[in-house]
């Protein structure tokens, strides 16, 4: 992969003189964004690929993990991570395999599954934190507080109108 920015620029120009209304900062910004994300996930995945997980059930993980009591509602994880259920589903198998999760009957309703940390669940946590926050602190280290304040608000804002 050899993604240029400059190619991207130019040939962004060409379209523009050549489509009516065509507009270069929309359509970059949309290929800036996609291209960040990418390989903001493929940096994640990489350093997760060391503990044999990948970055949805590491978020996955984490949104048990930082729930009320360290319990969730499988549809809440669906929610918290823009998935569907049987996504979801899939994930929280996956937890319960490994040992992470357990399922439970919801005390408040019988009806419900909660899905609830286990020690061993969080001494992975404990175990692969350090080293992720490390790694993946290093893509974001020239960012000030402003910067991500901004960042925040732009892709808040852009989310906000898609969603509407």
């Not at 996609?34 to 949805?56: A, D, P, Q």
């Not at 020690?119 to 507080?145: L, Y």
Request: net charge negative; glycine share 4%.
């Amino acid at each position: 992969m050899s993604f240029s920015q400059t190619d991207l620029v130019n040939a962004l120009r060409q379209l523009s003189d050549r489509l009516p209304e065509f507009s270069e900062q929309q359509v970059r910004t949309g290929r800036l964004l996609r291209v960040t994300t990418e390989r903001l996930s493929s940096h994640l995945n990489e350093n997760l690929k060391t503990f044999g997980i990948n970055e949805n059930l590491w978020f996955a993980l984490m949104a048990v993990y930082v729930s009320p009591k360290s319990e969730i509602l499988p549809s809440r994880l669906s929610d918290l991570m823009d998935l569907t259920r049987t996504s979801a589903t899939r994930l929280s198998d996956e937890m319960v395999e490994r040992g992470w999760v357990g399922r439970h009957i919801n005390q408040q309703d019988r009806r419900q599954i909660v899905l609830k940390l286990t020690q061993e669940g969080e001494s992975f946590i404990q175990q692969v934190w350090p080293q992720i926050s490390s790694k993946s602190g290093e893509a974001w280290e020239d960012f000030t507080n402003e910067d991500y304040t901004q960042l925040q608000n732009l892709l808040g804002k852009l989310l906000n109108r898609l969603d509407s």
